[in-house]
């Protein structure tokens, strides 16, 4: 079996009853095992933390005619997701905790790569990168594999890459590598005709 990279994930929308999709992928620090994704992807909107009106539960696809939920909140409504926020707001990350035995053969998350972020890949100008996703504007919705973007390092400041490809709506959430190598981000969108992407040691940051 292939380990794949990017897991499809989406939220069903409570006031309007649409899903919200996106992409996600799967990542380890030290012994603990995390589901990582953008955190405006179940919500489809800037990032807020206005829990009453978020989705109770993000879903992951393992197959495309299955799927398996994540609980958000607990029963007071706090988050159950490790997230980030600072003066300018909530970051656009999200991480879900998640049992390793599900990628073990027999469980039901085996045909996933556990990527590594103990030693994430730094950036550098001109680099290509290729991300993955799960796209819902040309196909549909989930689909194996995933789509591949390619694109080049034209910036990184902090936290942030920017890239000179254009990532379609649903690869947010998906994880980004260096061609031929590791992981060095996870994309986020666009803005001014480019690519975003959180670096991946900037999630290594994040988690304990």
């Given at each position: 079996?292939v380990?794949?990279?990017?897991?499809?994930?989406f939220?069903?929308?409570?006031v309007l009853?649409?899903l919200?999709?996106?992409s996600?992928?799967?990542?380890?620090?030290?012994?603990?095992v995390?589901?990582?994704?953008?955190?405006?992807v179940?919500?489809?909107?800037?990032?807020?933390?206005?829990?009453g009106?978020?989705?109770?539960?993000l879903w992951?696809?393992?197959a495309?005619?299955?799927?398996?939920?994540y609980?958000?909140?607990?029963?007071?409504?706090a988050?159950?997701?490790?997230?980030?926020?600072?003066?300018?707001g909530?970051?656009?990350?999200?991480?879900?905790?998640?049992?390793?035995?599900?990628?073990?053969?027999?469980g039901?998350?085996a045909r996933?790569e556990?990527?590594?972020?103990?030693?994430?890949?730094?950036?550098?100008p001109?680099?290509?990168?290729?991300?993955?996703?799960?796209?819902?504007?040309?196909?549909?919705?989930?689909?194996?594999?995933?789509?591949q973007?390619?694109g080049?390092?034209?910036r990184?400041?902090?936290?942030?890459?920017?890239?000179d490809?254009?990532p379609?709506?649903?690869?947010?959430g998906?994880?980004a590598?260096?061609l031929?190598?590791?992981?060095?981000?996870?994309?986020?969108?666009?803005?001014?005709?480019r690519?975003?992407?959180?670096r991946a040691?900037?999630i290594?940051?994040?988690?304990?």
């Open positions: 079996m380990p794949v990279n990017a897991v499809p994930v939220a069903r929308e409570p009853d649409v919200n999709t996106g996600g992928f799967f990542a380890v620090t030290g012994t603990r995390w589901l990582i994704t953008a955190a405006h179940p919500i489809n909107m800037q990032v807020h933390s206005h829990w009106t978020w989705p109770r539960q992951v696809c393992p495309v005619q299955s799927s398996m939920a609980e958000l909140f607990d029963a007071l409504g988050p159950l997701f490790r997230h980030v926020r600072d003066v300018s909530m970051a656009d990350f999200m991480a879900l905790e998640t049992d390793p035995a599900a990628f073990l053969p027999s039901a998350l996933y556990v990527l590594d972020l103990g030693n994430p890949i730094p950036p550098a001109g680099q290509c990168v290729v991300a993955e996703g799960y796209p819902s504007v040309q196909r549909l919705w989930p689909y194996d594999p995933a789509e973007l390619t080049s390092v034209v990184f400041d902090g936290g942030l890459i920017e890239i490809s254009i379609l709506k649903g690869f947010s998906g994880p590598f260096v031929g190598g590791g992981l060095v981000g996870m994309t986020i969108g666009s803005q001014q005709g690519g975003r992407l959180v040691s900037w290594r940051e994040q988690l304990p």
